[in-house]
C-alpha cells in the first residue's frame, strides 16, 4: 500500500521542479553553462565584443585576463523619457511586470504620460479621441514597454567579468577558426535582440617590423579644410620664396617666386615626424604593450594614428599631449601618453603661369590662400 503514496510524491516532486526545467541559459544558472562558458573563455585569448543595438558596429577585442562570475539582479528599471527633463527615470523593478501584466501602476503611467509629451510636442495634438492617434498611442507605449524591459534586461544578467569590466554573454564571441567569430550566447543556446550570430573580426596584425611608420610619413592633404579654413584656387606668393625640384631637404632650387605672383596648388603633402604613444591601459584597438604612433593633425583633437602598419584617426583627448593637462593623474581617463606632439610639415605642388612647377616648403609661413576661412 505503501507503493501509491511513493508514486504521488514523486509526481508531486516533479511538478515543484519548474526552476530546473526552465532555467534560462543566458543567466548562466547551471553548472553546465558555467562549464562552457569557461572553457570557451580562457584567460591570455583574445575574443571580441559587439554592440548589439549599433547598425554595422565594429566588434571591439577585449583581452582576457581573467574570468569569473558575477551575479546583478537591479531592483530598479530604468526609462529614458522622450520628453521632459529629466530624462532617465528609475521605477522598482515589480512595477515593471505590474504594467506587463494589465498595465497599471506608476511605470505605465509614467510612460502613458511621456507619449502625450511626445505627441503633443511633435503634432501640437492631445486629444484623446481621434482613432488614429488612439492606435499611435497604444503602438508606442508598447513599444516603450519593450524597450523599458529590454533595457532591464540588458542590466540583470549574470556577467562575464573580464579585465574588471562587466560583459554580457550573448554579446561576446569566440574565435571558432580563421577571423570568425562566434556568440558565447549562442552557444549556450541564448539569443538576444538584433546580435548576430557570427561576426568577422581580423585581428591586428602585431609584427614588430610594422611598428613603426616610414620616415617621415607622407599624407595627401590636398584640398584638405581645417576647422572651416579651406584653400583657395590660387595662391599668393607673401615674401619671396624658393621652388624647388622635390620634398627632399637638399632639393635643388628651380626658382625665386616673387612677392606678389599668383600659383596654381596641385597637390599638398603632410610630412609627419611621428610620436611613439606609451599604452597605460587596454582601450579598443590598443593593448597594454601596443607601439601606437600619432601622425598629422586633424584638427579639434582628431589625429591620424599608425597602428602596426594600419593608418586610420581617433579622437586624441584621453592621450595625455604635452600642455594639454595631465590628464592621467587627475582621473585616470587617459589610455595613453606621450612626451611630445608630433612634427609636421607641409609641402605643396604648386604651377606658375609659364607653366613650371616645383614644391615649396611650408606653403603656410610664406604663400596666402593656402587656408582661408569664408
Not at 569590466?165 to 550566447?185: E, F, K, T
Not at 579639434?300 to 586610420?312: A, Q, S, T
Not at 582621473?331 to 606632439?341: P, Q, V
Request: hydrophobic share 35%.
Amino acid at each position: 500500500m505503501t507503493a501509491p503514496v511513493d508514486i504521488r510524491r514523486w509526481l508531486f516532486a516533479l511538478l515543484c521542479l519548474p526552476a530546473l526545467a526552465t532555467a534560462d541559459p543566458c543567466r548562466l544558472e547551471t553548472d553546465a553553462n558555467v562549464a562552457t562558458a569557461h572553457q570557451l573563455v580562457k584567460p591570455d585569448t583574445t575574443i571580441v565584443s559587439y554592440c548589439w543595438f549599433c547598425d554595422a558596429a565594429e566588434p571591439l577585442p577585449l583581452r582576457v585576463n581573467r574570468v569569473e562570475f558575477k551575479h546583478t539582479e537591479p531592483d530598479e528599471v530604468r526609462v529614458i523619457a522622450w520628453a521632459g527633463t529629466p530624462r532617465e527615470h528609475s521605477f522598482p523593478r515589480q512595477l515593471l511586470d505590474q504594467a506587463e501584466r494589465d498595465g497599471s501602476g506608476l511605470l505605465a503611467e509614467f510612460i502613458r504620460a511621456d507619449v502625450e509629451k511626445q505627441n503633443a510636442e511633435t503634432t501640437g495634438y492631445s486629444g484623446p479621441n481621434d482613432p488614429y492617434f488612439v492606435q499611435l498611442k497604444k503602438d508606442q507605449f508598447a513599444m516603450r514597454m519593450r524597450h523599458a524591459r529590454q533595457d532591464h534586461e540588458m542590466r540583470t544578467w549574470d556577467e562575464l567579468i573580464i579585465n574588471g569590466d562587466a560583459a554580457d554573454s550573448r554579446l561576446l564571441y569566440v574565435p571558432i577558426g580563421g577571423n570568425q567569430y562566434q556568440s558565447l550566447g549562442q552557444q549556450l543556446d541564448c539569443l538576444m535582440g538584433d546580435a548576430p550570430q557570427m561576426v568577422t573580426y581580423h585581428p591586428v596584425d602585431r609584427d614588430s617590423r610594422k611598428a613603426a611608420p616610414p620616415k617621415p610619413f607622407v599624407a595627401d592633404v590636398t584640398g584638405k579644410c581645417y576647422d572651416g579654413a579651406c584653400p583657395q584656387d590660387v595662391w599668393r606668393v607673401i615674401r619671396d620664396t624658393p621652388l624647388l625640384s622635390d620634398t627632399r631637404d637638399r632639393a635643388r632650387n628651380v626658382a625665386m617666386l616673387r612677392a606678389g605672383e599668383n600659383l596654381t596648388p596641385l597637390r599638398t603633402e603632410s610630412h609627419v615626424s611621428g610620436t611613439r604613444v606609451t599604452v597605460i591601459k587596454d582601450y579598443g584597438k590598443f593593448f597594454v604593450g601596443d607601439v601606437v604612433y600619432l601622425l598629422d593633425s586633424q584638427a579639434e583633437g582628431y589625429y591620424r594614428v599608425w597602428h602596426y602598419g594600419d593608418v586610420f584617426i581617433i579622437d586624441a583627448s584621453d592621450i595625455d599631449l604635452p600642455g594639454s593637462g595631465d590628464y592621467c593623474e587627475e582621473d585616470d581617463s587617459c589610455w595613453g601618453k606621450t612626451d611630445r606632439y608630433p612634427d609636421e610639415i607641409w609641402w605643396s605642388k604648386l604651377r606658375r603661369a609659364d607653366g613650371s612647377e616645383g614644391w615649396v616648403r611650408d606653403p603656410l609661413r610664406n604663400l596666402d590662400g593656402v587656408l582661408r576661412s569664408d
